[in-house]
């Protein structure tokens, strides 16, 4: 560290301000990265899945770093989930405290009348308690019972499929549910299935809304054909071999 040989152990180290090698070869540390995802139906937001499940991370880019989703959303739901490898970042994002809202599109079955919105406004009563309150946009209304309303719904909650419990508890059987923005982060015209980096613009905001000061500004490292090659190598070995 620094030139000087560590020989304690649990000695601290300051990756940022000092220089650490083994063997005298530095060691870099990762810089955090932020990917947003629109993700489709019927893909786990997990990084693996002991069944075999398709899950997001197939979805994403070969890059370096070693990104997580920032919480999930149902394997029936579609839409923006964002990835990082900043730990903190993430639990701030997620920790109740900080109440960043989360927007969904939801197409349903049935009519949103007033008393519907006034109770998703004042909060609906579920199995685990009442929701906290909820804001509501009616963008397409039927004026028949069995007709398809689409409402925007906006809550800063994180509770178990908790949009379609809300819905469904006042009599809206839920068609299409997807997520559309993440605190200041939107979906935008991204397709289902693709990915991008966030812009600076979005990079800076994204920080401030976890209430923490943004690092540089970096894009995700595409790995070269050589380390891809030698990942998928890697991710053979551990499979072992094959069952006829």
Do not use: C
Request: hydrophobic share 35%.
């Amino acid at each position: 560290m620094d030139g000087e040989t560590v020989t304690q152990l649990g000695a601290k180290v300051d990756p940022s301000r000092q220089r650490i090698a083994v063997d005298g070869v530095p060691i870099e540390m990762e810089q955090p990265v932020v990917l947003a995802l629109n993700k489709p139906v019927a893909y786990l937001s997990t990084v693996s899945d002991p069944m075999g499940r398709r899950t997001v991370m197939q979805l994403l880019p070969p890059i370096r770093e070693r990104v997580y989703p920032v919480g999930r959303l149902d394997y029936d739901t579609s839409g923006l989930l964002l990835f990082t490898n900043d730990g903190e970042l993430t639990q701030r994002l997620l920790h109740p405290s900080r109440e960043i809202e989360k927007v969904y599109r939801a197409s349903v079955r049935g009519i949103v009348d007033r008393e519907i919105r006034r109770a998703l406004v004042e909060g609906v009563e579920l199995e685990d308690g009442l929701t906290a309150p909820a804001k509501v946009e009616v963008v397409r209304q039927s004026d028949r019972e069995d007709g398809v309303a689409v409402v925007h719904l906006a809550i800063h909650e994180g509770r178990n499929r908790q949009v379609r419990r809300m819905l469904e508890r006042l009599g809206l059987p839920v068609l299409r549910l997807k997520r559309i923005a993440f605190g200041p982060i939107s979906l935008g015209h991204l397709k289902t299935g693709e990915w991008r980096p966030l812009t600076q613009e979005e990079w800076v905001a994204l920080y401030q809304a976890a209430g923490m000061t943004a690092p540089p500004y970096r894009r995700p490292t595409m790995r070269r054909e050589s380390e891809r090659k030698e990942s998928k190598r890697s991710s053979a070995r551990h499979r072992g071999p094959r069952r006829g």
